[in-house]
Each structure stands twice: as C-alpha cells, then as structure tokens.
C-alpha cells in the first residue's frame, strides 16, 4: 500500500473545555472532518499533497466558522484583509499573498502566484490585479460578512486594541487554517490561510504568509502550518526552525516541533501551535494555548479530531 498523511488545523487558542456548547463543538469536528476528507480523497487517488493541501484548505476557507476566506475577521476599517501561503516541497516553490480583499479562496490565489507568475508574494492592490487578471473569483462584502464577527469587531473597534480572534473566549470562533500532506509519491506540501487579527490596521500581516515563519515544506525535513500569535512566529521564523532542527540537528519531527512550541516559542513570548508532517509519514500537533483545532489521518487508517488538549 502506498503511503499517505495529511494534517490540518483550524487555529489555536484559548479553546477551553465547556466554554463552548457542544452543538458548536459537534460543528467544528464535523468541519475539520468534512476538509479532512476532502484532502484525504486526492491523496486515496494518488494524488499531489499540493493538491490535498490546497483542497482541505478550500474547504476551511468556505466554512465560516473559521477565520479564513468566508468567516475571516474585521480589519480596523471593517473590510477584510487576508493572507495566504502555499508551499511545494518538492521544489521548494512557493506563493503567497497578503491584505486582499474579496478574493473567495485566497489559498488558491497563493497557488496561482506560485504558478502563473516568476513571482512568491504579492501584497494589496497588486495581488488583487493579479487576481482579476488570472480570473480567480471574488464575492461581495456580504459574502465575508459573519455576525460574530462583526461583533468582535465592534468590541474593540475603537480602541487601539488589535487581538487575536483565538482570544475572545465566550463565541467560540477562533481559527486560521492550515494543512500539510505527505503523498505517496514521497512529496511534501504545506498550506495556510487566514484574515489575520480583529481590528488590525496599517496593513499588518502576520506569520501565515511568510516563508519560513508561518509556513514551510522542504522534503529533505517535514512540512510546516502554524497557528497564534503572528509577530511572534515571525521572530522565531517557527516552520523554517523546525526544519533546521531536522536538518542540520538530525532531531525527528516530534522532538523539534516540541523543542521550537513548548521552548522557543514560549521563550520570546509567543503563544499558539502548528500541524506538521514528515516523509516518513509521521505528524505532529504541538501547541502551547489551551486549545488547537485539529485532525489528521493516514493511510494506514489511524485518524483523529481533537479541540482540546488530550
Ligand atoms: N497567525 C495568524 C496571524 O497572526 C493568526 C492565527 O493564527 O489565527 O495573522
């Protein structure tokens, strides 16, 4: 039998036990479920982890129940702006865009940036023009519009404060997304894709689209999708540091996720989590917060959907 993994996360927080009902909960795992099998088919079919990664994270962006594409939080003006990477590690390729506006599935955009262009990351205006002139879809403002949300938003709307969505504990709705797949041709793909932090201004962007920091994939080692606070995995360029750790310290997959969420990360103040998976079809989940939005399966049939801690 050929072998597969595939990974995927839904953001990682303060996602404490019986804050949330367990309708929502039901909700959630049957979401990260639904993307789970959607990415588990390409890869059943002998497919490409980049089209697995891609299609699971498609899946999440239409969902709004996560903060990417449909669901993706309010910027300080009350529009969305998102961020998205895409990583092959066959070829290390890569593409990723930020601060865009009303593209429907932004990873796919990122793809598109990887594919159709000499280029890895385009921001803003010119993402979109790219966009609109590659003919990916767009969808209207009440398309992205989602009342929790909003109301989010209207919390801290006029204050400087910026947050995390994972922060707000009593709605329940937190959540970037990410996937990574290993496919039975031994290649490696990481994906992420998110609107960033509630009531963000001056086009911040965060860990999600930046190579290295928010999401790797590199065959000689693993590949990378994290989730949290975004200046921080930025500063210790978290998906890339575990890789190093494979690779210039021979660590395994678990051993350098651990080292980089429960050590390095912690250690210059960041808080959050990653999904990870190597050649051999091993996968890590580590997180530092109460809570991660995960699931993963493998072709040997070993699968699970987890919020909280185990
Ligand atoms: N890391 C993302 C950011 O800082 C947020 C998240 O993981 O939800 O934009």
């Known amino acids: 039998m050929k ?18 009902t367990q309708e929502l909960e039901a909700e959630y795992k049957q979401a990260l479920n639904l993307a789970l099998e959607s990415g588990q088919a390409v890869l059943q079919q002998g497919g490409s982890a980049l089209d697995a990664v891609e299609l699971a994270v498609n899946f999440l962006e239409n969902t709004p129940l ?54 890895v990351f385009l921001a803003g205006e010119g993402a979109m023009e790219f966009a609109r002139q590659n003919g990916f879809e767009f969808a209207s403002p009440d398309y992205f519009y989602d009342e929790v949300r909003y109301q989010q938003w209207q919390g801290i709307k006029d204050s400087t404060t910026f947050q995390l969505d994972h922060s707000v504990k009593k709605d329940g709705k937190f959540g970037t997304v990410g996937a990574v797949a290993l496919d039975e041709h031994g290649n490696l793909a990481a994906a992420t894709s998110t609107g960033g932090m509630t009531n963000k201004k001056w086009g911040r962007v965060g860990d999600s689209p930046m190579i290295g920091a928010g999401t790797y994939a590199n065959n000689k080692t693993c590949a990378i999708s994290c989730t949290g606070s975004g200046e921080y995995f930025i500063r210790g360029v978290v998906a890339y540091d575990v890789s190093c750790l494979m690779e210039y ?29 190597d050649g051999k079809g091993n996968i890590a989940l580590p997180f530092n917060t109460e809570g991660m939005y995960r699931a993963y399966v493998k072709s040997t049939g070993e699968k699970g959907i987890s919020i909280y801690k185990d």
């Open 3 to 20: 072998m597969y993994s595939l990974a995927i996360h839904g953001g990682a927080g303060t996602l404490v036990k019986g804050l949330m």
């Open 66 to 119: 996560f903060n990417a594409g449909k669901g993706a939080v309010f910027t300080a003006e009350g529009t969305h702006e998102m961020d998205a990477a895409i990583m092959d590690g066959h070829n290390l390729k890569a593409g990723a865009i930020s601060l865009v506006t009303g593209v429907k599935n932004p990873i796919s955009l990122a793809r598109g940036v990887m594919e159709k262009s000499y280029h």
């Open 249 to 277: 310290k021979g660590l395994s997959l678990e051993a350098a996720a651990h080292e980089v969420i429960h050590k390095r990360v912690l250690d210059i103040g960041g808080d959050g989590g990653l999904i990870a998976v």
